[in-house]
């Protein structure tokens, strides 16, 4: 049979489906010319510069805010004991007034002798003049560690030092009482009366120290002083002494005969002494250190 060219089968080229496909791939060639002409002209331009926020802030980790910590109020400091506890520079206009510092020792034995626990005999052991510069000399020189005996207030104690004839070597009962009496007229004295006449004779105290140049006051040297005879070791026996150069005699123990000379000397009034000693000089301390009123 034979078929009609109806009903042959033919291979015909699809000439549209190509065309549109030229077409549209001609349009995204020019599209994507245009765009990169359109960015590649305007680096700047708002969209890139959008684009490229966009992209930082994703690539940037969110910021944590932390919350705000309330601030604590910084601790009070506490007030100077020293300076908390100075007398005043100047005497009160209620009290009576003080004489001149270069006529006040007949005022200041006076005052002296009336405390209480003071012997009558023993305000012969002071020397008869120039008393607060001599007590001002001598602090000074007891908060150095140092002690010197022809510029003290104190006259020069009578007597010598002695040695037993035993070995070991000690001092002498007899030696160490030639202390006693000193000993005797100051731990006799109310640390309370003691600090008051202090406190009230303290301006020309004070003046008396910027006599010799210094530039701080007396009070802070006062309670410096006390520290360095608090700070001589308490013993339970006499020390043991060994002969040193020109008849002389040194500690046994380095600990002591390293001491401060003012230490060494307090150790020389023979250790009972030395204890009650410094029990009245704690309680003049702690006198001294309470606040003036």
Avoid at 16 to 42: D, N, P, Q
Avoid at 55 to 81: H, S, V, W
Wanted: with cysteine; aromatic share 6%; hydrophobic share 40%.
């Amino acid at each position: 049979m034979q078929l009609s060219d109806d009903d042959r089968i033919t291979h015909r080229p699809q000439r549209r489906s190509s065309a549109l496909t030229i077409a549209a791939l001609l349009l995204v060639t020019a599209g994507s010319a245009g765009i990169a002409y359109y960015y590649l002209k305007k680096p700047d331009s708002q969209p890139l510069t959008a684009l490229k926020q966009a992209a930082g802030d994703k690539a940037k980790p969110a910021e944590i805010k932390k919350p705000a910590l309330a601030m604590e109020p910084a601790p009070a400091t506490a007030p100077d004991p020293v300076a908390a506890s100075e007398p005043p520079l100047e005497p009160a206009a209620e009290a009576t007034p003080l004489p001149p510092l270069d006529a006040s020792d007949a005022g200041i034995r006076q005052e002296l002798s009336n405390l209480g626990g003071w012997k009558a005999q023993t305000i012969d052991l002071l020397v008869s003049d120039q008393l607060l510069r001599r007590f001002v000399t001598l602090v000074t020189n007891i908060a150095a560690g140092k002690l010197d005996h022809k510029s003290g207030p104190f006259l020069p104690i009578k007597g010598r030092f002695a040695v037993s004839s035993a070995m070991p070597l000690t001092m002498t009962t007899e030696s160490q009482a030639r202390y006693s009496l000193y000993v005797d007229a100051i731990t006799s004295l109310d640390p309370q009366q003691c600090a008051a006449l202090y406190r009230r004779y303290y301006p020309l105290l004070n003046s008396a120290y910027k006599e010799l140049g210094e530039k701080n006051n007396f009070h802070a040297l006062m309670l410096k002083a006390l520290q360095q005879l608090e700070n001589t070791p308490d013993l339970t026996q006499a020390p043991v002494l060994i002969p040193a150069e020109k008849g002389m005699y040194k500690y046994a123990q380095p600990q002591l005969e390293t001491l401060p000379a003012v230490q060494k000397q307090m150790l020389r009034s023979g250790w009972e002494n030395v204890s009650r000693l410094k029990v009245w000089l704690r309680q003049l301390k702690s006198a001294l250190l309470a606040p003036p009123v």
